[in-house]
Structures are given as C-alpha cells and as structure tokens.
C-alpha cells in the first residue's frame, strides 16, 4: 500500500513515516521544511520538496505515484504564533487543505487521516474531553483545525473522500532509537525547553502563569508520545479501508500533569537541577485539557504503550542529549 505523507518530515510526521515503514507500507513523503527536517525523513521514504498550495506540484505527485491514502501532517501549530498572525494560519492550514483535497479528488484518492488538535475544544467547561463536547477554540491555531474537520466532513458528503480526524493532545517523546525527535526553531514546547535547560542550554525556563484555576495555578495538559500518536494514525487508516467510515477521535493518555509537574519529572530523569521563573499567562492558553480516549480504544483498538510521564520524558532526554542542536548535528 502506498500512502502520501504531508508533513513528513516534521516531529510528528517523522515518526509515523518511521513506524510506516517498519511496518511494511511504501512512503511518499512531501514537505515544504517550513518547519520540517530533511533529516528526520526516513531513508526509505521518497521524498517531494514543495508546497500543498501549488497545485501544479501536488497533481505531480499523484500522478507520479499510485497513492492509495494521505496522511496530512504539514500544518503550522504554535498556538501564540497564531494569535500574533492569524492569517499566516488560515493560509498555511485551512488553504493548504482545500488544495490537497483538491489534487486527491482528482487523482481518486478517497482516504485521508488528518492531524486535528484538543485546541477545537477551546476552554473546557469540565475536566474530562469527549469528541461530542463544545468545540469552542480560544486561539486562531485551533479554528483552523476545526475548519478543516468542517471542510473534510463536506468533502466526504459531496465527492466520498472518507477522513479520520485525530485529535491529539500534547505530543511529546522521541523514537526510541534516539534517531529522530522534537526539533523546532524557535522551540516553544514545554518538554523540549525544560531539556535544554537541563542541559544547560538555556541559563533558565519561564512558566507562563501561576494564578490559572488549578490545584497548583499552573497549566494542566494530557502528555502523549509520539510514537503512541503514530500507532493511532496507522490503525486509523487500516479502519477507514476496512469500513469506509469517517470519524473523529481523541489521542490522549486520559491524565493531566501540570507544568510544575513536568519540571519536578524531568528534573528527577535527568539527575539535573536548573532555575525557574514564573512569567504572566501566555495568550491563548487554555487553562487545562485532559482526553478521554475511549472512543479510539475501541474502535481503533489503540492503547498508548509509554503511559506514564517519566517513559515519555526518558525518550525526549535520550533525543535531546544525544541531539543538542537538534538537527543540525547530524
Ligand atoms: N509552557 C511554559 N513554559 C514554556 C513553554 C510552555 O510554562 O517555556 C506552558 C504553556 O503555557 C502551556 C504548557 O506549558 O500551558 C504546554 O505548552 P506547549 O507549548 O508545550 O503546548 P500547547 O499546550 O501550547 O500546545
């Protein structure tokens, strides 16, 4: 089976065409490296340097390769980068979109698994998400993603283009290998920045705000490897073929750490102590966002395998020291 992975080369992207291959699919890889690494393309994937909004290159593409299913990946996704240019967003997300759907309306391919985010859920109004709650998005990054469920839920009714839209939580970890992990420039991830400066790459981290309506003020999220995400993607797919069924899903441990917790975590992984300060709230952060992922337990029959924080930590410090500038090591 040859599957179309958009945004292969970014953090999640990465990962899947890793676990993609490892389990015996051909891989057609295209990025623009906007925020993607050559680097973290699998060898055996081929890959297409271009942009979804140029038609021109994505119908190249399709009509280079018998593709039987896309998983679209490549989006931008900095929830504070999208308050400052939320129009960058609605460009680079929802049009990118529009385009892709395009292109696989014209070359008959009808499946796709799409990467949607917890951001749609906006401020939850209780602890505990499920895919039928109020989808509410307090950050222009999250409107996106739902606009694009909208658009997808359409496609399917018009031209029978069948969709799984996953909706993750906060992806953190890194292959277990050490190979591939998170790498963005600037990074603005919470795990990542606690890392560095564990490593003393950074003289101190901030945390955004300490008077959120928390046990201890600070923000809560449901932490979720990467590879665990990868499993999903791969398990989604196999049931849009088997059912021919679109469906959104949850993709979260179903457990909330804050960010005091993750700090006091990987100080105790890394064996490191480093200097923190409370800075005021970042804008458009949600004050906590935990999944119930029983939904994709079962029907996808998916269950995360690193369910704890200090399994994931442990693979994000193993990607980070080995990796201390990312990729530019390599
Ligand atoms: N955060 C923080 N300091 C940082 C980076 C992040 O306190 O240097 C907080 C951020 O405000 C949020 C949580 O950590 O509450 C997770 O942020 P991240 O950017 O990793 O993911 P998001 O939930 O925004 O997708």
């Not at 201890?216 to 590879?227: F, L, N, P």
């Not at 849009?240 to 469906?247: H, M, N, R």
Request: glycine fraction near 8%.
């Amino acid at each position: 089976m040859n599957v179309l992975v958009c945004g292969g080369a970014g953090y999640i992207g990465s990962h899947t065409v890793y676990e993609l291959i490892e389990r015996g699919y051909n891989v057609v890889v295209v990025d623009n490296l906007a925020n993607g690494h050559k680097e973290a393309v699998h060898k055996n994937a081929k890959l297409y340097l271009g942009d979804l909004r140029d038609s021109e290159f994505t119908d190249r593409v399709f009509n280079e390769n018998d593709i039987d299913a896309v998983m679209d990946f490549a989006a931008f996704s900095i929830v504070e980068g999208s308050m400052a240019d939320p129009l960058k967003y609605y460009d680079n997300n929802i049009y990118s979109m529009l385009k892709l759907l395009e292109s696989m309306n014209k070359a008959g391919v009808k499946k796709i698994v799409f990467s949607s985010t917890a951001a749609v859920y906006g401020e939850p109004k209780k602890g505990i998400i499920s895919e039928t709650d109020k989808t509410e998005p307090t950050n222009p990054y999250g409107e996106t993603k739902l606009a694009i469920e909208k658009m997808l839920k359409w496609a399917d009714n018009a031209y029978g283009i069948k969709y799984v839209a996953l909706r993750y939580f906060n992806a953190a970890g890194a292959h277990i290998s050490g190979k591939i992990g998170e790498a963005h420039s600037p990074e603005t991830h919470l795990i990542p920045i606690v890392l560095q400066t564990a490593m003393g790459k950074r003289e101190k981290m901030f945390i955004f705000g300490d008077d959120y309506p928390t046990e201890d003020g600070t923000c809560i999220r449901d932490y979720i490897h990467v590879t665990d995400l990868a499993d999903a993607h791969i398990k989604a797919l196999k049931k849009l073929i088997e059912t021919e069924q679109s469906g959104i899903y949850n993709l979260g441990n179903g457990k909330g750490f804050s960010v005091k917790q993750i700090i006091e975590t990987a100080k105790k992984v890394t064996g490191k102590d480093f200097k923190v300060e409370i800075q005021p709230r970042r804008a458009g952060d949600p004050s906590a966002l935990i999944a119930s992922s029983k939904k994709a337990e079962k029907e996808l029959v998916w269950k995360p395998k690193f369910d704890s924080l200090e399994k994931i930590i442990e693979t994000a410090w193993l990607w980070h020291k080995n990796n201390p500038n990312g990729y530019n090591n390599i």
